[in-house]
């Protein structure tokens, strides 16, 4: 029986079109009519303020809280969604969580991470799941919000910045943390995005290399309310005063709680540390390792939030806490309640958990 080997051009032929093919079933899974977008475009191509108010009829509170007001930014607690990109509702695979984070906003949370990513498959498929707007110099871009890979899901940078935009410009009494993991060629064009956002005049710029954080208050009033920060390609150690955009490299002044670590309140990077924001991860992937509603349902309950917290007493306190599937459990009651301690109001948490509250004089160094 004789056997026939495959010509080089038949194989080369038969991988473009499954790569093809591939592009073709991404594109009809992400804009077939079941697609469900998360915001409305205005007549003039942005993303409407509709139904992004807070429930909030406070009018002296931060946050949601008057207690909050004469904290400093980084001794407040900040309920943040992880992957806040990544959506079931966005049509994601694997998604860490339901809805999407405009939802989360509305909701309460007030910090997000976002992956900053450079579609795969070029132009072809960019310009099918990207508006690459112009006007905010992304024309030919294939930047976009994703984990990795496109095909598995991907947020528009206009759509997720304009809508914060719209945030902020909506709840005058809100300070909001972002905080991007920057993936291989896509700072640039974060960066460009920013720049068209309209987010610039919110941002938070120190005035001095080593940050003393300011009030909550003192955010408001001066409406600088959005901190950013990122870490990953291209990003480096800057003094606090003199960061591109106002955008502070995160190990300067973040530590983490190791990622899929829900029980301890140790921190990530050994040795003396002088950031001032602590990180709390509170997520865990399934055996399959996609994110986990139903370890979700457990870890954002309020007993486990506050035996959590309660084994951090005399370490650095928490500034945020970071979960998945931000709409099942009661991670908003349980800041709100956190917050109200460390406000001095009377709180349902009623014990001291001793956490290390002491400003820290001199932080954000560079580090090479």
Request: hydrophobic share 35%; charged share 20%.
């Amino acid at each position: 029986m004789i056997h026939f080997m495959p010509s080089f051009k038949k194989i080369i032929v038969g991988a473009a079109f499954v790569a093809v093919s591939g592009i073709i079933a991404v594109v009809l899974w992400r804009y077939g009519p079941w697609l469900n977008s998360s915001t409305e475009p205005t007549s003039d191509g942005n993303v409407s303020s509709k139904n992004l108010f807070t429930n909030s009829t406070c009018q002296t509170c931060c946050n949601g809280l008057e207690s909050n007001c004469d904290l400093p930014v980084n001794q407040v607690l900040f309920p943040a969604v992880h992957n806040a990109h990544s959506s079931y509702e966005d049509n994601f695979i694997g998604a860490s969580n339901n809805l999407p984070f405009e939802e989360a906003l509305i909701a309460g949370y007030r910090a997000i991470q976002l992956t900053s990513c450079a579609c795969e498959g070029g132009v072809l498929l960019s310009n099918y799941l990207l508006e690459q707007d112009e006007e905010w110099g992304l024309a030919d871009s294939n930047l976009g919000f994703c984990n990795s890979y496109c095909g598995k899901g991907v947020r528009d940078p206009k759509e997720v910045l304009t809508t914060i935009k719209s945030f902020l410009d909506s709840n005058r009494r809100e300070v909001m943390i972002i905080y991007f993991s920057v993936e291989e060629d896509s700072l640039n064009d974060l960066r460009i995005a920013l720049q068209h956002s309209g987010l610039e005049k919110f941002v938070y710029r120190p005035n001095e290399k080593y940050v003393d954080w300011p009030t909550m208050q003192s955010l408001i009033e001066s409406d600088t309310r959005l901190l950013l920060f990122a870490n990953g390609e291209g990003m480096r150690s800057c003094y606090a005063d003199d960061c591109a955009d106002g955008v502070l490299y995160t190990p300067d002044h973040f530590v983490f709680t190791a990622q899929y670590d829900t029980t301890s309140c140790e921190a990530s990077v050994s040795g003396d540390n002088l950031a001032e924001f602590f990180v709390m991860n509170h997520y865990e992937t399934n055996k399959i390792n996609w994110p986990s509603e139903s370890n979700a349902r457990e870890l954002n309950s309020f007993s486990v939030l506050q035996k959590r917290l309660h084994g951090c007493k005399g370490r650095k306190l928490p500034s945020i806490i970071a979960v998945d599937f931000w709409d099942v459990g009661d991670v908003v009651e349980f800041v709100m309640e956190e917050n109200k301690r460390r406000g001095g109001i009377e709180s349902t948490l009623d014990q001291d958990f001793g956490f290390n509250m002491t400003k820290v004089e001199k932080s954000g160094n560079v580090r090479g």
